[in-house]
């Protein structure tokens, strides 16, 4: 048996994907110990193309389906997969030349049921949209927060961009639930915290986040985090996690928690306060005054989260009795 399946799913990222396969053809882990299992979900760029006449130094395998979505293509990588340990790894995540190793010391030297969590960092070299710019400040807050010991990290934090665990756990929970398109990784989280697994952070597990995202597709990210966050609690056993947002929710700012008040469930105003908030990053970015940009992108991801809470909930009149 091989020591790793990198399972890597992809969708109409060829470019991105070249620089992920280059990568992982550095690796300092032997490269006899892993192979890579590569999901075409749906692809229409020449991926599979590409694969079926690609050579690498490692065992690489891939699997041509209908687009039915990451957490099918993950689950179809996880089938494939010859592996002891599976090592997730997203389209647009080249990894470290240590990547692999580290992942790999982590579980040697921490025995038993584990979950290691690595960091997608910004590269140095690409110019992020500044929407998705904000959303990878905050992301490596969490990074800082955990390395710090400021909390730890939990079930919250399974991002799939860079992460693995025994394939065993997986096949004994059964996978990712498809019938999620959004926070999958995080539903599955539970069901591994549910068993007794651990997760750690490990901060040299690098691989570097290329993130591109159209503003149409950042801007429903929230709201179905918002939706799955109550639909977790209710269906899903996290009867903590409602109680978890709403005590965050008055944790935010004033100006946050005084729009979301305003807006939830107020269809003009919403439209309007986010059609404020749009023109103020688009003039914060031509000002070149970065924090003016963040603060609106800030309180976009926010209104639109609260406002996915609020539709599972019920509508306004049930969100506004959870936060009073």
Excluded at 15 to 23: E, I, M, P
Excluded at 193 to 219: C, K, L, M, T
Aim: proline share 4%; charged share 20%.
């Amino acid at each position: 048996m091989l020591d790793i399946s990198v399972v890597l799913p992809t969708y109409n990222r060829l470019s991105r994907l070249k620089q992920v396969l280059a990568g992982l053809a550095k690796q300092t882990y032997p490269r006899d110990a892993f192979e890579v299992v590569v999901v075409a979900d749906g692809c229409t760029d020449g991926t599979v193309e590409y694969l079926q006449t690609l050579t690498m130094p490692f065992r690489l395998s891939y699997v041509a389906s209908e687009n039915k979505g990451v957490a099918a293509a993950r689950n179809r990588g996880i089938q494939e997969a010859t592996g002891e340990y599976i090592v997730f790894i997203d389209d647009d995540v080249v990894p470290t030349a240590q990547l692999l190793a580290e992942h790999m010391r982590m579980h040697a030297e921490h025995p038993g049921e584990l979950v290691v969590l690595g960091p997608m960092l910004t590269p140095s070299d690409f110019r992020m949209r500044p929407w998705v710019r904000w959303e990878q400040a905050m992301l490596v807050k969490q990074y800082t927060d955990m390395q710090t010991g400021r909390w730890q990290p939990t079930a919250r934090q399974f991002y799939t961009g860079n992460a693995s665990l025994a394939r065993r756990h997986l096949t004994a929970t059964g996978g990712f639930d498809e019938t999620f398109r959004r926070a999958e990784d995080v539903e599955l989280a539970y069901r591994l915290e549910r068993q007794g697994v651990r997760f750690v952070f490990h901060p040299d597990a690098v691989g570097y986040h290329y993130a591109e995202r159209s503003f149409r597709s950042w801007i429903q990210i929230p709201y179905a985090y918002g939706r799955n966050d109550v639909i977790f609690t209710r269906d899903h056993c996290q009867h903590w996690l409602l109680p978890t947002v709403i005590r965050e929710f008055h944790t935010r700012n004033t100006f946050i928690q005084l729009m979301v008040r305003l807006c939830v469930g107020q269809p003009a105003l919403s439209r309007s306060a986010r059609a404020w908030l749009t023109l103020t990053s688009m003039f914060g970015q031509r000002l070149g005054h970065e924090r003016l940009t963040q603060v609106a992108y800030s309180g976009l991801f926010n209104l639109r989260y609260y406002e996915g809470v609020a539709d599972e909930l019920g509508g306004r009149k049930q969100f506004l009795a959870q936060i009073s």
